[in-house]
């Protein structure tokens, strides 16, 4: 019994050890950071203090605030806490309050939220890979400093990403991976929003031309990406890595009882520009007519060609939906047949 006793002790001792030592470079190394983001000028915080002991490492920043590079953006927020385990460091869970404050560019902005938690977890390994990350937001309502009425608004919001070759999926999608061969590292990326309201500017004008209501029932977007190399800490201090291929296995959104798909495989060329065909889908592809006539992005002569062409198409699909594909080629773009304009070009990082 007295063996018993005295390894007890020792062990405990040892673990005490373990964490006031871990708990001293923790905070050491968020005070360093703290004081490098100031002379960069691209953050900063009050103070930071660390508790948590015997079991946890809870890290907390006091009036913490980010700017971006070219100063058209400035986050701040009350306070932020980063919470791990002891035993399980390289997992960490983030918390942020309600109170946030967001500037862009001359627009200054208010984030009120029921909740606002985060996680993240890397791989033992020196470099620190990317394994996943979640982040959910309850309640969220983003409201201009000089108003009360929401800019934008939602019941939820959840962001998601996770190595692909470590997790079957993001937000529980049952969607299966590209058959795309991913050059460095993938990454399935997923994104839900439910109830969201859109900006008063946007929403007024939907609403009264078109008859579509302010609120969107559900968007929910679910990819795998093809990076470069896989996301460490080097690789942020750099930039992204590079975008080499794109699959989009959903894109969807319900709203006002209409419905919108979208699905497909991107590459990227050595300039940036996607190279591939995203189809799009709608069994409410009437509805989406009438709204772009409204709107005033078709006139009466168009609508009775682009009903007459769906007409065709409708009757050769079992749900009496309208597939489109949205081509991307040779740095341009076009909707079928249509003409779009030259595509979206990304930074490219050869590396």
């Not at 982040?135 to 939602?154: H, Q």
């Not at 009264?208 to 190399?229: C, E, I, N, S, Y």
């Not at 949205?326 to 050869?350: D, K």
């Amino acid at each position: 019994m007295r063996k018993l006793i005295w390894l007890v002790v020792i062990l405990t001792l040892a673990y005490g050890g373990y964490w006031f030592m871990g708990a001293r470079k923790i905070e050491a190394g968020a005070q360093a950071m703290v004081s490098q983001a100031r002379s960069e000028g691209w953050g900063d915080a009050k103070s930071v203090s660390l508790a948590g002991f015997p079991s946890r490492f809870d890290l907390t920043f006091d009036e913490p605030q980010l700017t971006g590079g070219d100063g058209l953006w400035h986050w701040q927020a009350p306070f932020a806490q980063l919470f791990a385990l002891g035993y399980r460091p390289n997992e960490v869970i983030a918390y942020l309050p309600s109170g946030q404050e967001l500037d862009i560019g001359d627009r200054s902005y208010r984030l009120d939220l029921a909740d606002m938690r985060a996680s993240a977890r890397v791989s033992y390994s020196p470099a620190l890979p990317l394994e996943d990350a979640v982040a959910v937001l309850s309640k969220p309502v983003l409201i201009p400093k000089t108003g009360s009425t929401p800019e934008v608004s939602a019941d939820q919001i959840r962001l998601a990403i996770s190595r692909e070759d470590k997790a079957q999926g993001a937000l529980g999608s049952s969607a299966s991976a590209s058959d795309l061969v991913m050059p460095g590292a993938a990454y399935r990326l997923g994104a839900e929003a439910v109830n969201l309201t859109l900006p008063p500017e946007i929403a007024q004008d939907l609403e009264t031309k078109a008859g579509l209501p302010t609120t969107l029932a559900r968007l929910h977007f679910d990819a795998v990406t093809g990076l470069q190399a896989p996301i460490t800490r080097a690789a942020l201090q750099r930039g992204l890595p590079g975008v080499m291929t794109f699959s989009l296995s959903d894109l969807s959104l319900s709203w006002g009882g209409n419905d919108l798909s979208a699905k497909g495989d991107l590459r990227i060329d050595a300039s940036g520009y996607p190279e591939g065909t995203i189809e799009i889908r709608s069994a409410s592809w009437r509805k989406w007519v009438e709204v772009a006539q409204k709107l005033g992005l078709i006139g009466q002569d168009e609508v009775k060609v682009v009903t007459s062409v769906g007409t065709m198409l409708a009757a050769q699909d079992p749900g009496n939906a309208v597939t489109v594909p949205l081509i991307f080629q040779n740095g341009m773009m076009r909707l079928g047949p249509i003409p779009l304009g030259a595509a979206p070009q990304l930074p490219v990082q050869r590396q």
